[in-house]
Structures are given as structure tokens and as C-alpha cells.
């Protein structure tokens, strides 16, 4: 089974989170909702979330991708968790999946492994990141590093993810029923 681990910080983008929460557990993956404190976790639009474990728990579990999603304060809180930025190494280093979206390419950039990337982000933090090669696409893949926009692309982020992770006959059974457009 795929083992995948989705960040909450408080102040996290709902729409990011859940939609990729939701299809990657629909393709079969066992996703856990890791947060970086205690308790119901509010979003960025003030709705609250009950993760399933704190971070520091699984910290040092073995997971086959990791999803960052964006907001604010989200994602500064992401960029502020030293042992996020320790485990994004090690996975980039073992070459393992690493997704953000939105403003969370920041912490992907914060764990420095981001230098001579393709990738693309939230337009409004396009010069806040040093040293790749930015894109303007709504999804871009690089390796091992996936990265999207925004809550608007949250969906074909999520099914690219489920289609890295798994395979395209997991995509078109997973959207069978969800019906995106892809």
C-alpha cells in the first residue's frame, strides 16, 4: 500500500488539502493528515480540521509522497517547522515524492531542494523563489518534485499525484466518480 502524509499547519489552504486528502484516499493510498500542533487545525478560511496524528509521531515514518499544501499563514508556518524541512530532505535525497501547491513551494525552497527546478506556484510568489526554472502551468513535474498553483488546479494536482503514485488506469477509475476535468 502507498503511504502518503499531508502537512496542516494552522492557517492551511482548505481546498488544497482536502481535495488532495480525499482522491489520493479514493485511489487506494493510506493517507495520513499530519499536523505541526495540537488539536482541531483551522485553515486559512477558518474552517477546522481534526488531523489524524501530530507530525512529530510519524516524523520519522517511511512515506512514498509527502503533500504540502499552501494558505497563509500555512505555509510560513510549514517553513517554520525544522523537522518538516529535515524530513523533506532525507525524501528528496531518497528520491521519494514530495507535492506542493500554491505558496508551499516556499518550504520546498526553505529545505533547499528546490535549485534548477521546474516548477510553478501561486503567481504571487513567483519572485520569492531563487534558482529554478519557473513555469506558468497549472501543474508541473520535475523528478520527483510535482508542483501547482493554486485551490483552482487542486484537482489535477490531486489526480496527478494519484496517477505518479499509482498509475493513469487508477486516475480514470478514481475520476469515474468524481468527474474532473483532467
Known sequence: MKKVIVMLAPGFEEIETIAVVDLLRRAGAKVTLAATSTGPIEGSRGVKVVPDCQFDTVSDSAFDLIVLPGGQPGTSNLQECS????????????????????????????????????????????????????????????????????????????????????????????????????
Do not use: W
Open 83 to 182: 523537522k518538516l524541512l529535515v524530513l523533506l530532505k532525507k525524501m528528496h535525497s531518497e528520491r521519494r515524492l514530495i507535492g506542493a501547491i500554491c505558496a508551499a513551494p516556499l518550504v520546498l525552497q526553505s529545505a533547499d531542494i528546490l535549485k534548477g527546478k521546474n516548477i510553478t506556484s501561486h503567481p504571487s510568489i513567483q519572485g520569492k523563489l531563487n534558482n529554478v526554472q519557473y513555469r506558468h502551468e497549472r501543474v508541473v513535474v520535475d523528478g520527483n518534485i510535482i508542483t501547482s498553483q493554486a485551490p483552482g488546479t487542486a484537482m489535477e494536482f490531486s489526480l496527478k499525484l494519484v496517477e505518479i503514485l499509482f498509475n493513469k488506469e487508477r486516475v480514470d477509475a478514481v475520476n469515474s466518480g468524481v468527474m474532473a476535468q483532467h
